[in-house]
């Protein structure tokens, strides 16, 4: 990417010493779609003492993605995860990738669909007819214990499993708006709840690994994880496997759950669109579903991706240009902090009719690869989400049994907020009813 452009990207109007802040924390998705939309895909905000470059377009999207030497992570990353993969960058992320991407391989993740479908039954079996359920809590915690199963190789009990969801949760608050546009050196309220809850994730992440020492090798990331901290040539020390813990129990259930809610809250507001779900579970399924059956199930496939793209757990990737490039016709300078705007991409009429409509008919004559960077839920390039294919079979394994046993109403509408995920702005809520 070469430095040809002279221009800073335009800017949309603000206020004088504050800059673009108060209508960014006011309306954050609102404001950058707007000014996307006035000003174009090269888009930079000014806040106090800093300025943010947001990227909406495709091929902007692409380019900072695979040039990874131009667009470097936040140092945001790091004081979350510390050294975790994702925060880490270069060699160290090549070395933990390999340790751990065997974990997460299509093949591997298909051997745990029995324990997702198992677990989400669990989960459904505590509610009862007619209830309203708390759908943004249930699907956070049947997340986490999916992660603690599945990937960790044992959950702790129930109790301490509703505070660890709690407890990562907060981490979130580091991209409260409110905060995210002030320097990082104000105590806001958002960021003492952030401090609180990364002490927390790493003393539980200390136990964990403690839990190993001098058990057998279960076949868990947990053990690996224990084993590669005890071999001295394995380049991991103590630190780093904690921040490995830290990083995956976040990372591993958030996004994950916050799919899940949206999913049944839309199937819960879209009846049309449930029962097509229905009569596909009634066609394929004889009982609980399997892996291969799940590969089966392709109208709930299009209700994953439909869900993702109106919804996309991750609104904005963060970048920071290490060193001047242009895009767009403009010049980023070294140390600007861009935000490559998933929410813009899959919300823009030029990539989607009618985007702001929960449509999964629209999947029906493509499919997520060939939208290309238009669709990057999972992010892309080299350093997609490792845990893609995990998350998507626990989408549909939870969906199908959910699906199979209930009727769904949505009891509310549904807002959102940027934060480090796209979080719901209250509580979502579905009403249930048995379909015996």
């Keep these: 990417m070469h430095v040809e452009a002279r221009e800073l990207p335009p800017t949309p109007s603000g206020l004088p010493v504050l800059g673009n802040a108060v209508g960014f924390a006011s309306n954050p998705f609102g404001f950058v779609r707007e000014s996307v939309r006035s000003t174009g895909d090269v888009v930079r905000l000014r806040f106090p003492g ?41 060699d160290r992320w090549r070395r933990q990738r390999h340790a751990m991407e065997s974990f997460f391989s299509p093949s591997r993740v298909r051997e745990h669909a029995e324990v997702m479908v198992t677990l989400a039954g669990q989960r459904a079996e505590r509610w009862t007819d007619g209830a309203t ?11 986490l214990r999916n992660l603690f199963e599945v990937v960790l190789g044992d959950a702790p009990p129930a ?24 320097p990082t050196w104000v105590p806001t309220p958002a960021r003492r709840s952030f401090r609180r809850g990364v002490a927390a994730m790493r003393e539980h992440a200390r136990s964990l690994l403690a839990s190993e020492d001098g058990g057998p090798d279960d076949g868990s990331l947990l053990a690996r994880l224990a084993a590669l ?18 990083g995956m129990v976040f990372a591993g259930h958030e996004t994950t759950a916050l799919s899940l809610t949206f999913a ?26 399997t892996a291969t ?21 991750v609104h904005a990737i963060p970048r920071v240009a290490r060193e001047p490039v242009s895009v767009g016709g403009y010049t980023l300078p070294a140390d600007t ?57 626990e989408l549909k394994a939870t969906l199908a049994t959910i699906c199979r046993r209930y009727r ?19 509580p979502v809520t579905v009403r249930v009813r048995d379909r015996q």
């Design 293 to 313: 059956d799940l590969d089966e199930l392709s109208v709930l496939d299009r209700v994953v991706h439909e869900t993702m793209r109106l919804y996309p757990p």
């Design 229 to 246: 901290r005890d071999d001295p040539d394995s380049g991991f020390d103590e630190a780093e496997v904690l921040d490995q813990v830290v």
């Design 133 to 143: 359920v708390r759908v943004d809590e249930e699907m956070r915690t049947l997340a």
């Design 159 to 182: 109790e301490e499993l509703d505070e660890l969801a709690e407890t990562a949760h907060a981490l979130n608050r580091w991209f409260e708006p409110t905060s995210w546009v002030l």
């Design 264 to 289: 049944l809250h839309l199937l819960g507001a879209n009846p049309a669109v449930e029962r097509r779900v229905v009569e596909e579970l009634d066609e394929t399924l004889d009982g609980p579903p």
């Design 50 to 90: 800093t300025d943010v470059v947001i990227l909406a377009h495709p091929d902007h999207v692409e380019s900072a993605l695979l040039n990874r030497e131009a667009f470097g992570k936040l140092d945001d990353f790091s004081v979350a995860f510390g050294d975790a993969l994702l925060a880490v960058e270069g």
């Design 337 to 393: 902090t861009v935000l490559l705007s998933t929410w813009s991409l899959h919300r823009d009429p030029r990539w989607y009719d009618e985007p702001e409509t929960f449509d999964p008919t629209r999947w029906r004559s493509t499919t997520p690869r060939e939208r290309g960077y238009a669709f990057v839920p999972f992010g892309g390039g080299p350093r997609i989400c490792l845990g893609r294919h995990l998350a998507e079979l």
């Design 408 to 426: 769904l109403d949505a009891t509310g509408s549904l807002s959102v907020s940027p934060q480090m995920t796209t979080q719901p702005d209250g």
